[in-house]
């Protein structure tokens, strides 16, 4: 229940910065408006260090 509600966050995010318009997914399919590159590669890179933040807190733990 916990990742539907996360993912229903991150789309009124990506809804809200109007990611999800024609333009903006077509200029990124020509590399002229890398927003929504640049919107991934942050949740990648924040998704990480929130994890080794919680690996090393004791919260979570490698498989």
């Given amino acids: 229940m916990e990742t539907i509600?996360?993912?229903f966050m991150f789309g009124a995010i990506l809804q809200y910065a109007r990611l999800n318009r024609f333009n903006t997914i077509a200029?990124?399919?020509v590399l002229q408006n890398l927003a929504v590159a640049k919107t991934m590669a942050f949740t990648i890179g924040l998704g990480m260090l929130l994890l080794q933040s919680e690996i090393l807190l004791g919260w979570a733990d490698y498989h």
Wanted: net charge neutral; aromatic share 16%; proline share 0%.
């Fill in 27 to 29: 200029g990124m399919a």
């Fill in 5 to 7: 509600v996360w993912g």
